[in-house]
């Protein structure tokens, strides 16, 4: 690989007569000229000992986007994957609305699942694995707005939140227990 550089969609590249269009590039042949049509780093790659086109080619490689990252105070959706007796391992899914593309594990302790009652929380009671839940991270969990926000009953239908601490499965009408997200 020969010199990077920084480019931006809209900016030469090279000319045609000097180089092979590649990735993150386009030609315009009216000018002869290539230009970037993403952002990222300018690559310009040999050609191969044994190819017909002797001109190396040029690319422009986008940079690795980032998805959420969890802050504090950040409101959460993530997936249940393990409950015990005092506390339920969750993966996050997203933060606010948009996708983590990173994985990022969180723990709800028994005492932040509710604002009272806190000696009565069943964590067993409270969530299950595979349950999507909304959190607030490096806070409490018992704001009444988070809690499970999608869950699936035994039989495989979405069940349906009939209270703050029960949901139902509408196709055996089977009622489990949940700490159940306010609507937003």
């Known amino acids: 690989m020969g010199m990077e550089e920084y480019m931006t969609p809209g900016e030469i590249v090279g000319k045609s007569y000097n180089y092979i269009a590649g990735p993150g ?3 315009n042949p ?7 049509c993403a952002v990222g780093l300018k690559r310009t790659i040999p050609a191969s000992a044994n190819a017909e086109d002797k001109r190396p080619t040029v690319e422009v490689v986008k940079e690795k986007e980032h998805g ?6 950040a409101i ?4 249940v994957t393990k409950v015990m007796a005092r506390l339920a391992s969750m993966n996050i899914i997203c ?7 990173e994985k990022f594990a969180g723990t ?4 932040d699942v509710r604002a009272t009652e806190i000696d009565k929380v069943d964590m067993y009671a409270s969530f299950r694995p595979g349950d999507i839940i909304r959190a607030e991270v490096v806070s409490t969990f018992t704001k009444n707005e988070l809690g499970v926000v999608s869950a699936e009953s035994i039989a495989g239908a979405a069940m349906i939140p ?3 601490t029960e949901m139902q499965c509408p196709l055996t009408n089977q009622i489990e227990r949940r700490k159940v997200a306010r609507a937003v």
């Open 25 to 27: 590039t386009y030609l």
């Open 30 to 36: 009216s000018n002869s000229t290539i230009y970037a």
């Open 68 to 73: 959420a990252v969890p802050e504090p105070g």
């Open 76 to 79: 959460v959706t993530a997936r």
């Open 95 to 101: 933060v606010g609305t948009r996708a983590v593309k």
């Open 108 to 111: 709800v302790r028994q005492q």
């Open 162 to 164: 009939i209270s703050w």
